[in-house]
């Protein structure tokens, strides 16, 4: 369902008369579209469509506005009550909208077998997990024109969903971070394919929890990260269309046995995988 806030026109001059001095009218600025849904749940990417030209802000940030006034946004695992959106036009006029935001549960995960070091990791190795996660974060922030997050997303392999998102994780008993993605049980070596089109902006088949790690961008600061890969197909700067066979599935890292791992960001905002196969 849409919702359109729209801002009335202010009421123009009238007409003169021949006997009356004419004076200097404005233009009257054209209503403000802002269509976005009424409500959306935690973990959701929503999108939106404005006029094309205007600026339109969501938490302090200038969302990016398409050609044909699209726009897109995360929403976070732990957002609560409403999302306030504004929008403003070149021409003047502006526009607001809420959206109410849909919580959901999240349960307690346990996740037993897992090698002691990457649950408590000594200081070497926590600071090498350090540094490989702000290598994966910096490529996040890029915010390109392109439009592949529009397309429907497909499955990159097809398997028992054996991790959810947002679920808590306990790892052999120590409690860790709610989990990032979604984790797609697969035999070793099934081929992995790009759920839609993008440009590879991080690969590297050896990082300590993560093992294999692919980043692809969407554009518009949406990204799809797949981890534990026991190969990686494609290289950084390289374009790959949807469906592309772009690595395999594997163990490497922190895994219990072979699955893919795909999780989604909006830049710094991790939202859930399934919604954008549910919804799309």
Same mark, same amino acid.
């Given at each position: 369902?849409?919702?359109?806030?729209?801002?009335?026109?202010?009421?123009?001059?009238?007409?003169?008369?021949?006997?009356?001095?004419?004076?200097?009218?404005?233009?009257?600025?054209? =209503?403000?579209?802002?269509?976005?849904?009424? +409500?959306?749940? *935690?973990?959701?990417?929503? !999108?939106? %469509? &404005? /006029?094309?030209? #205007?600026?339109?802000?969501?938490?302090?940030?200038?969302?990016?506005?398409?050609?044909?006034?699209?726009?897109?946004?995360?929403?976070?695992?732990?957002?609560?009550?409403?999302?306030?959106?504004?929008?403003?036009?070149?021409?003047?006029?502006?526009?607001?909208?809420?959206?109410?935001?849909?919580?959901?549960?999240?349960?307690?995960?346990?996740?037993?077998?897992?090698?002691?070091?990457?649950?408590?990791? =000594?200081?070497?190795?926590?600071?090498?997990? +350090?540094?490989? *996660?702000?290598?994966?974060? !910096?490529? %996040? &922030? /890029?915010?390109? #024109?392109?439009?592949?997050?529009?397309?429907?997303?497909?499955?990159?392999?097809?398997?028992?969903?054996?991790?959810?998102?947002?679920?808590?994780?306990?790892?052999?008993?120590?409690?860790?971070?709610?989990?990032?993605?979604?984790?797609?049980?697969?035999?070793?070596?099934?081929?992995?394919?790009?759920?839609?089109?993008?440009?590879?902006?991080?690969?590297?088949?050896?990082?300590?929890?993560?093992?294999?790690?692919?980043?692809?961008?969407?554009?518009?600061?949406?990204?799809?990260?797949?981890?534990?890969?026991? %190969?990686?197909?494609?290289?950084?700067?390289?374009?790959?269309?949807?469906?592309?066979?772009?690595?395999?599935?594997?163990?490497?890292?922190?895994?219990?046995?072979?699955?893919?791992?795909?999780?989604?960001?909006?830049?710094?905002?991790?939202?859930?995988?399934?919604?954008?196969?549910?919804?799309?």
């Amino acid at each position: 369902m849409l919702a359109a806030a729209m801002l009335a026109a202010l009421p123009g001059c009238s007409t003169p008369s021949l006997a009356t001095p004419l004076r200097a009218t404005t233009a009257t600025p054209a =209503p403000l579209m802002l269509e976005l849904p009424t +409500r959306a749940s *935690q973990g959701a990417l929503v !999108a939106g %469509r &404005t /006029r094309p030209g #205007a600026t339109v802000r969501h938490a302090g940030r200038a969302l990016r506005v398409a050609d044909d006034g699209r726009f897109v946004f995360g929403i976070a695992r732990d957002a609560s009550e409403t999302i306030d959106i504004e929008a403003s036009g070149t021409g003047g006029g502006r526009a607001a909208a809420s959206i109410r935001v849909l919580p959901r549960d999240w349960p307690i995960e346990q996740v037993r077998g897992v090698p002691p070091a990457t649950v408590n990791p =000594p200081p070497a190795i926590a600071e090498r997990i +350090r540094r490989e *996660q702000a290598r994966v974060s !910096a490529v %996040r &922030t /890029r915010d390109d #024109a392109r439009l592949d997050w529009t397309q429907r997303f497909q499955w990159p392999v097809r398997g028992r969903i054996s991790g959810r998102f947002g679920n808590q994780r306990v790892y052999n008993g120590s409690p860790g971070a709610a989990h990032s993605g979604m984790d797609i049980a697969a035999p070793r070596g099934t081929p992995v394919r790009a759920p839609a089109a993008g440009v590879v902006t991080f690969a590297d088949r050896d990082l300590y929890l993560t093992g294999g790690t692919l980043v692809l961008d969407h554009g518009h600061g949406v990204s799809s990260n797949f981890l534990h890969l026991s %190969r990686i197909d494609v290289s950084v700067g390289q374009r790959v269309e949807q469906g592309q066979v772009i690595a395999a599935v594997g163990a490497t890292g922190r895994a219990t046995g072979p699955h893919l791992h795909w999780g989604m960001n909006w830049f710094d905002v991790r939202i859930d995988p399934l919604l954008m196969l549910d919804s799309r």
